[in-house]
């Protein structure tokens, strides 16, 4: 099938969000200037370089989490793995601002090391982050869509040993969780390797 974005699917539900998928899952922690916590996951999220480390998440509205990180500049992006996909879904919870979706979860808020947001202390990783940009995207008219992007530098980074082998981080220990379309997710069990080829310059 085909069909034009603007005319519809004509589907029970919207495909794209399953045609762009897994998509990693950005479980942001922040916290604002009098102290309140936030911890939200958000499935637009990625790295987008790595010299220096930058990762971005997008939020469709602006929601307690980018509003505190406009107050502090900071962020902690925490890893999500298979074990903690019920306390992440928890903290999907649409709460009323200054509620702590650690305390709603029953997960533990622990200090970060060089910012002062919070970070999940049951999670295998944690991205501490500085904030660089924080923007509205344009659609293709130039008009400003009501999605906010949070780009942040990583600053530190805290990785538990259980997910290590070989001093690599092994994402079958990991599992992490992604969200694919509709209301599903999946998490890693295997892996497979690829190396990128050379180009031979004697086959022209």
């Known amino acids: 099938m085909f069909y ?15 045609i762009v998928a897994p998509r990693p899952i950005g479980w942001i ?12 996951p958000y499935s637009f999220f990625n790295m987008i370089s790595t010299r220096p480390c930058l990762i971005m998440f997008c939020s469709e509205g602006s ?3 980018v509003s505190f990180i406009e107050e502090t500049g900071e962020f902690a992006a925490n890893l999500v793995s298979a074990n903690l996909a019920v306390a992440m879904n928890a903290t999907s919870v649409t709460a009323p ?7 709603y979860s029953g997960l533990t808020a622990a200090d970060c090391t060089m910012i002062n947001a919070p970070r999940v202390a049951e999670a ?17 008219h130039g008009n400003a869509v009501a999605a906010i992007m949070v780009t942040g530098e990583v600053v530190g980074v805290h990785i ?3 997910i290590l082998t070989d001093g690599l981080v092994d994402m079958t220990k990991a599992q992490p969780v992604s ?21 031979d310059v004697s086959a022209g």
């Open 124 to 140: 295998f990783s944690t991205l501490e982050c500085i904030v660089t940009e924080i923007r509205s995207p344009k659609d293709r």
């Open 29 to 40: 922690s922040s916290r604002s200037k009098d102290g309140s916590v936030n911890l939200a």
């Open 97 to 103: 601002r200054g509620i702590s979706e650690f305390e």
């Open 179 to 199: 969200r694919l379309g509709y209301m599903d997710f999946a998490s890693v069990s295997e892996t497979f390797q690829m190396f990128r080829p050379r180009w």
């Open 63 to 65: 929601k307690d989490s």
């Open 160 to 162: 538990s040993e259980e």
């Open 4 to 18: 034009k974005y603007e005319d519809g699917h004509g589907l029970p539900h919207d495909p794209l969000k399953a």
